[in-house]
């Protein structure tokens, strides 16, 4: 800390001497500072176990879901014929696929007569025609006797008339336009038609007799059979005949040399999304492993060793491989089963998860539904079991019917059609809450209640969801949600058994009714990957959560010795301008008395001389 006072008339250091009286503050001061740069390292760790958790949150969602165990894969005997690509879902089966003829692009040009040898020099003929391949949508082309083949191909282009136009060289011998349809397909040939002067004639389109004058390729359907049925269609690539299935024709086989497809289970894309979990893991593992290590070799601590809660995350993480699943047969209730362990004592991997892809891909092979079930990707929606029943309060019917509310249906494009969701009657308020209750048969753990709205549509803006409490006989609520403006709303929370549960609206966006194509009720699943994504939304709730808490308690430790630190250096400031002021006045009295004694020596002087 500069000072910037000299002691010339004292002789003594006074910089040194303030700085020696402030040193015990100075101390304390950068104790303050050092205690403020360990609490945002130990923020900055923590906010690293934050992404690392969500890095494995963002694999467990793929995992738990049960579209990607339902990955397929086509082969074909001979790939030359065709492309074939499948949807997950699509039907494990086999196909026999004939192709009797390509799909073609309606092609034609001038004829030799009306090539240029120059494609800017002037067309010299006048005229209209009509140019399409809609009967019902042709485009007028106005030709005028100054226009060029370039100034004719940009007035076709212009025309967006669903053909192409371009001025090409052909060999040595001169310039002409090629049309090109822009859609294949016998359908979507060229038509063209003089409607004024002879333009297309003159130009070589058309012969004197009004026939195309140069077809360079003729507009024709892919024709195929599957399985023996034949299909036609105007394009190669085609996505409409088997559900799932999209078909990219490539080679003609003829009707006697069909090519076999078979559709299988991939579980390479399953073994692939297994892998990223377990890479997402076992950073984390690496992670908190580094934060809370103690190295015996240095006698360093990791700057987050005191924090019990990560080894119990850690401890947590490794358990998943050993957790068994209820409900599925021997041989497969935990991950061990299909291949996924924990790395070998004194090996590279020890304390991390393995995946061994050879047995997992022998176990998805064997029986995917099962490997999707481990991992908790069946989710049982008890809305849908028989017996369920469905009722309104505060409202009545104003679109389809409330049991459509629980039949499974969740696509919004069938919101107002049969079986398609449901709309009630005016729009709730507190006073008037529209209540949708529903009842289970018996009993059942749930954990998760999903509401699906049509898009476009949605309406649902304050509501609580609440459950059943038997033992109370009280509603108990799982989720108050305010100022809602999604679409599909999950609520997770810790497992409760109930037997009925409800959504109470009391606001909609615009004061419309309350529109809703699903309620779904999902039950308690202990998976593995229902488990991590269940644990670690606890760990990351943005109000309640480990992650979250300890952010939160360290960013106020931060500001308070942060506010402290400002405290003291302003105590110091003011400390040391009083010490700067004492010693300015020290020296000011000094220089004085050195003054009356120059003065007084020098009258002493004075008189000794007589």
Known sequence: MAIGLSGLISGASTDALIEKILELELRRLESREATQKKLEAKQKA?????????????KTDSLRMPFIYRSRKVTLTDESVAAITASQGAALTSYSLAVLSLAQTHVLSQSDAGMKADPNVQLGTSGTFLIGTDPSDMKTITVEATDTLHSLADKINAAKAGVRANVMKVGTDGYRIVLTAEKSGTANRIRLEETSGSPLRDLGFLTDAGELANELSRAQDAVFRLNGIEYTRSTNTIDDAVPGLTITLKKVTGADAPVQATVDLDPDQIVEAVKGWVDAVNKALDLIGNLTRYNSDTGESGILSGEYQLRQIQTKLRSLVYSKVSGLPHGWQTLLDVGISTGAYGSANYGKLVVDEVKLKEALTTDAESVAKLFGAQ???VALLPGTTVKVYGTTDGQGRLEDLINGVTDSSRFGTTGGGWEGVGAPDPGNPHIIEITFPEARTIDEIT???PTNLSTLKDFVLEYWDAASGQWRTLKSV?????????????????????????????GEPVRLTEIQVDEYNTGAAIETHRYLRRLL???SGLVENREQTLSQQIKRIKDAIDRMEERLLARQEQLKKQFRQMEEALAKIQLQGSGLAAILSMYSSY
């Open 451 to 453: 509401l699906y709205q």
């Open 482 to 510: 305010t100022d809602y403006s999604g679409t599909i709303y999950t609520a997770g929370f810790d497992p409760v058994t109930t037997t009925k549960v409800r959504l109470s609206v009391t606001a909609t966006r615009g």
């Open 541 to 543: 709730d943005v109000e």
């Open 379 to 381: 989710q049982n929606n």
């Open 46 to 58: 923590w906010s690293d176990v934050r992404s690392a958790l969500s890095a494995i949150q963002s």
